[in-house]
C-alpha cells in the first residue's frame, strides 16, 4: 500500500529569473516537496545548477528539498549537497562504479538515499541495496528535459517496485519523474507510486494557478 500521495513540483520547470519567488510560491500553494533537477551536460544532455542554487534556495522554504543528480561521477558532490541543505539525494545507478558506496555515503551525511531508475534501467540494478535506499525514483521520461511525454512503461514498474516494497515491508518512497500530468498523475498513484514529480503541471498558468494545480495532481 502507498501512503499519501506527496506532490513534488520540479523547478525545472518554473520562472528561472525569479526562482526564489517561485519556490516561495508553490510551498505556499501546498507543494510538499521541493524537486531539484541537478545535471551536468555529460550524464544528461543538459545544464542546470549546483550546490550553490540549493543553499540559495534554502532559506525560501521549509519543505523537503529533494535533490535529483543526474551527473556523473556524483560521488564527488554528495557533501557538497548535503551542506547546501538537500533531505534526500537520489543518484543514478550509471552515474558511478559503487552504488553501494554512494549510498552509504548520502546516509553517513545524515540524509536520505535515493535512487533513480532510467525507463531502460532493470529493477535488479538495485536488488542488493533495497535495504540501503530510502526513495526509489522511477524515470517516466528519459531525463535531460522538463515537458517530456509520459512513458507507459514506468507503470508496469511502478507496480513491481511497489509490490516487492511492501512485500519486504520496507518504508521506501515510491517516486515517479517526468511527463505528470492530470492524466498521467492518477495512473501513476494506481500503480503505487506515492511522491509525484511534476514541473509543467505544476508551474503552468503562472502563481495564481499553483495550488489548484498541485490540488488536482494530487486527485480527489
Ligand atoms: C527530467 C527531470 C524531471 C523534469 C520533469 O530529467 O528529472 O524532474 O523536470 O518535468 P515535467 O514534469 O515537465 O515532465
Ligand atoms: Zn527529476
Given at each position: 500500500m502507498s501512503g499519501e500521495v506527496r506532490i513534488a513540483p520540479s523547478i525545472?520547470?518554473?520562472d528561472f529569473a525569479r526562482l526564489g519567488e517561485e519556490v516561495k510560491a508553490v510551498t505556499e500553494a501546498g507543494a510538499d516537496w521541493i524537486h531539484l533537477d541537478v545535471m551536468?551536460?555529460?550524464?544528461?544532455p543538459n545544464l542546470t545548477f549546483g550546490p550553490d542554487m540549493v543553499r540559495a534556495l534554502?532559506?525560501?522554504?521549509?519543505?523537503?528539498?529533494d535533490t535529483h543528480l543526474m551527473i556523473a561521477p556524483a560521488d564527488p558532490f554528495l557533501e557538497a549537497f548535503a551542506e547546501a541543505g538537500s533531505d534526500v539525494i537520489t543518484v543514478h545507478p550509471?552515474?558511478?562504479?559503487h552504488l553501494h558506496r554512494s549510498l552509504q555515503a548520502i546516509r553517513a551525511l545524515g540524509k536520505k538515499a535515493g535512487v533513480s531508475l532510467n525507463?531502460?534501467?532493470?529493477?535488479?540494478?538495485i536488488e542488493h541495496v533495497l535495504e540501503d535506499i530510502d526513495l526509489i525514483l522511477v524515470m517516466s521520461?528519459?531525463?535531460?528535459?522538463?515537458g517530456q511525454s509520459f512513458i507507459p512503461g514506468a507503470l508496469q514498474k511502478l507496480r513491481a517496485l511497489r509490490e516487492r516494497i511492501d512485500g519486504l515491508g520496507l518504508s521506501i518512497d515510491l517516486e515517479v519523474d517526468g511527463g505528470i500530468n492530470f492524466e498521467t498523475a492518477p495512473r501513476a498513484i494506481a500503480a503505487g507510486a506515492d511522491v509525484l514529480v511534476a514541473g509543467t503541471a505544476t508551474f503552468k498558468g503562472g502563481p495564481t494557478a499553483y495550488a489548484e494545480n498541485i490540488r488536482r495532481l494530487r486527485g480527489p
Open positions: 525545472l520547470a518554473a551536468d551536460g555529460h550524464f544528461v534554502r532559506p525560501l522554504s521549509g519543505l523537503t528539498f550509471e552515474a558511478g562504479p525507463p531502460a534501467t532493470p529493477l535488479s540494478a521520461v528519459n531525463p535531460g528535459f522538463g
